[in-house]
């Protein structure tokens, strides 16, 4: 898994700031969604994965018991999905005010029509 | 009152002013008449928070009670207050301005409770202790930026909004990867505790950390429009109106600046070999392009708008340098820019609200008819550029005689040619707006009529505000740089500020919340 990760997460960043650079406004979203994985993936990996065991501590415990995965990434990552959700939600809707206003789905003609005016 | 009610209070007022305005959606007199209040309200705790910040140095709470490592820190020391203070003082002079200078639309559909989440945002960014705060805050900023910069979804702010949306996006991943770098290297986000950490000399990952500054570095380097990231800010500032442009172009990227001060001097620190002279190389680099942008523009606010990145140097300057009066001359320049740039900012929208345009080619012969403005723009315009004895001067004599008593002879060069640059901008802008014939145009009809006195004088009134406070930071400098210097040292010994944050945990208070535990726990 840990060694599996690091590639897709590389594969996704790379997807992601592809498709950002795109000049069709739709695949500007998909990039920003994909962009947004690859970093709450990202921290997820960073933050060191252990498998098959939470830190809830048992009953009649002081600690919980070795080996627990980190809380911390997982409620960084939890903070930072909302986040990103609420960004792309506004891009979604910016972009389709773009479409509504502009007739076109295409950067160029939008710069082409601010440059003309 | 007590010290940790003043440091929760920057943040709860503008929150609950959006709150209420939001109940009375739609009613813009009363909105107006609420964000007012709060405006005040908003200057009162903060300069309360500066007196009290003045008896003891670093001020500091945990939110919950939960000890310092862990739970949610908030922090003011010299530094956070300044920015607050100049913040609430230009936000405010935003708002008059507002009130007669933007539409009705706008005003209607949300401008003031936006407004007041930016600045609950912006306290957020000085106030917080955490790292991941600190982005969540900048988050809540961002956010009010995207929303305020594209109300009213005329084309060009459409575009405009675009760009700005995309690129932040970009760099809060980066941010966002920065910090789960550096809590995987130090297994903490608190600020005061990765400053102690930072600083022992065998931890085992410390030569890791410069690989996480490199995110800050390229994150906050792109919110705060350092070269080579600056592109978006000309393309994106120039397009909403004025009172929405004047906040985020004064404040926004300030901020920005901020963040990145405070974490390159509490926090990464370790590799200062290789950082400073790079931060040297960009803070000259934003200098110059940025002014040479701006002298190729013929339109009022994109000059501006290219010298914002123009100054960001300046402010990255005392950065580089590191010594204590360079990062208190940094410290001073970041709070008479914050003034300044709004205020040109405000003096174009009256301008422009008058004459209908901002290209300079279509405009000309201001000074005959509103001579008091054209007093306004240039005394502000004069500070900016650094003219003795207005406030720009005071900044830049501390960064240059920073600059040189370090040894940093071409930065100083540079900055001072900078400077130079910057007068013959300012001073086109004069002749071409102010000084020159009004070029004759097909329709006589583009002057609208002056309004009544009284109106005229509400308009004013914003401006001659920011120009008194501008006036009086150069003509009384010297509390201000005492300020700015105390600011400097507290940013140089991280000593208080790491014991005020973390001897709240210390013995009794961790027994105690240990016994609340077990209470809670084991009833």
């Not at chain 2, 008479?336 to 012969?365: C, D, E, M």
């Not at chain 2, 109106?455 to 120009?467: D, G, I, K, S």
Request: net charge positive.
């Amino acid at each position: 898994m840990e060694t599996l990760l690091p590639f897709m997460i590389g594969t996704l960043f790379a997807v992601g700031l592809y498709f950002i650079l795109h000049r069709h406004l739709f695949k500007v979203i998909l990039g920003l969604i994909l962009f947004g994985l690859a970093t709450n993936l990202f921290l997820f990996l960073v933050g060191g994965i252990t498998r098959g065991s939470s830190a809830i501590i048992r009953q009649h415990h002081e600690v919980a018991a070795e080996p627990f995965a980190d809380p911390v990434p997982q409620a960084l990552l939890l903070t930072a999905v909302v986040i990103g959700f609420g960004i792309q939600s506004f891009a979604i809707v910016l972009i389709r005010r773009v479409y509504q206003a502009f007739k076109s789905n295409n950067l160029d003609d939008i710069r082409k029509e601010n440059d003309t005016r | 009152m007590h010290p940790d009610l003043l440091l929760v209070l920057p943040l709860l007022i503008p929150l609950y002013g959006t709150l209420l305005c939001l109940f009375l959606w739609q009613r813009e007199v009363w909105q107006s008449i609420m964000t007012g209040v709060v405006q005040l309200l908003w200057l009162g705790s903060v300069l309360l928070l500066l007196r009290e910040v003045l008896s003891a140095h670093v001020v500091s709470t945990q939110i919950g009670n939960w000890p310092a490592p862990f739970g949610i820190t908030l922090v003011a020391d010299m530094f956070s207050v300044l920015m607050l203070v100049a913040a609430a003082v230009a936000s405010l002079a935003v708002y008059l301005y507002a009130l007669q200078g933007l539409d009705l639309t706008r005003q209607r559909f949300g401008y003031f409770p936006l407004l007041l989440l930016l600045q609950m945002g912006i306290s957020g960014v000085c106030l917080t202790g955490d790292l991941f705060n600190m982005f969540v805050w900048f988050e809540v900023l961002l956010i009010c930026c995207f929303a305020l910069l594209s109300l009213g979804g005329s084309k060009s702010q459409l575009e405009g909004t675009l760009k700005y949306v995309t690129i932040n996006f970009l760099a809060s991943g980066l941010l966002l990867s920065g910090i789960g770098v550096v809590y995987s290297l130090y297994g903490s986000l608190n600020l005061a505790e990765l400053a102690v950490l930072v600083r022992e000399p065998h931890h085992p990952n410390l030569p890791l950390l410069s690989m996480a500054s490199v995110f800050f570095l390229v994150g906050f380097g792109i919110k705060s429009a350092i070269f080579p990231l600056f592109f978006w800010l000309p393309a994106s500032y120039h397009a909403p109106p004025i009172a929405i442009s004047a906040l985020i172009a004064g404040l926004v990227t300030k901020v920005g600046i901020y963040a990145f001060i405070r974490l390159f001097t509490l926090v990464f620190v370790s590799d200062s070999g290789i950082t400073l002279p790079l931060l040297a190389g960009l803070s000259a680099l934003t200098m110059l392009v940025g002014v040479i942008g701006a002298a190729a523009q013929t339109d009022f606010k994109k000059i501006l708008s290219f010298h914002i990145i123009s100054q960001i140097g300046y402010m990255l300057m005392g950065l580089a340098i590191f010594t204590p009066l360079a990062l208190a001359g940094s410290i001073f320049f970041i709070l008479h820019n914050i003034l300044v740039k709004t205020n040109l900012f405000l003096v174009s929208g009256l301008v422009a609200q008058r004459y209908r345009t901002f290209s300079l080619k279509k405009l000309g012969g201001v000074y005959l008819l509103q001579p008091v403005l054209a007093l306004l723009f240039l005394l502000t315009a004069l500070s900016l550029a650094g003219t003795p004895p207005l406030s720009g001067f005071w900044g830049k004599l501390m960064l240059a005689k920073g600059g040189l008593e370090a040894g940093n002879y071409i930065l100083v060069t540079v900055s001072l040619g900078v400077s130079l640059i910057t007068l013959f901008s300012m001073t086109k802008i004069w002749n071409e707006v102010f000084w020159k014939p009004r070029p004759r145009t097909d329709r006589p009809d583009t002057i609208l009529p002056p309004v009544s006195k009284l109106r005229r004088r509400m308009a004013y009134l914003p401006v001659v505000f920011l120009l008194a406070c501008i006036l009086g930071m150069g003509i009384f400098a010297s509390p201000i740089v005492r300020f700015s210097e105390r600011a400097a040292d507290g940013l140089l010994q991280v000593q208080p500020y790491t014991d005020t944050v973390l001897a709240k945990s210390k013995p009794e208070q961790v027994e105690e919340s240990k016994q609340i535990h077990e209470t809670a726990l084991h009833p």
